[in-house]
């Protein structure tokens, strides 16, 4: 008779959803303000930037010296002053909307303005989209966006 080892089986209580359990009402405007204003960063990918100078059609070396830029050892797009806007931004339209990058998608799911249910409404006064009544966005799709 073969011995069998003990094995101590951790149970961990199930943890309370957040705040945002029931989703939450959000749904892109088109406004553009979430790309200026500011100031703020936007932080890329070496993939992300690659996928967007090819969708520029621009050869990397040219597009990462007009772009992109070094903060704390981190990749960043550039900003247009004086409003700071994304350097991608005209007429209050992403010109990369295809290819943005992650940060830009998860918006407005970002942990910081899910924090707290008055950080979220908060974040109301910038993003007309937020707290929409028409389109309720899912815990579950709100979990896969969180950047």
């Not at 690659?50 to 704390?72: C, G, N, V, W």
Request: with cysteine; charged share 30%.
């Amino acid at each position: 008779m073969s011995e069998q080892k003990n094995k101590l089986t951790i149970i961990q209580p199930s943890q309370e959803k957040p705040w945002y359990k029931d989703g939450l009402g959000f749904s892109c405007t088109g406004c553009g303000k979430c790309c200026t204003g500011g100031p703020g960063v936007v932080w890329v990918t070496e993939e992300e930037i690659k996928a967007i100078a090819e969708y520029i059609h621009m050869p990397l070396d040219l597009f990462t010296k007009k772009y992109i830029r070094i903060i704390s050892d981190r990749l960043a797009l550039k900003e247009l002053l004086p409003k700071y806007d994304c350097v991608f931004l005209k007429e209050n339209k992403c010109t990369v909307y295809p290819v943005r990058p992650k940060q830009c998608k998860s918006f407005p799911f970002w942990s910081t303005l899910l924090e707290s249910e008055d950080s979220w409404n908060e974040a109301e006064k910038y993003c007309e989209g937020i707290n929409c009544k028409t389109h309720i966005v899912s815990y579950e799709e709100i979990v896969k966006s969180i950047d």
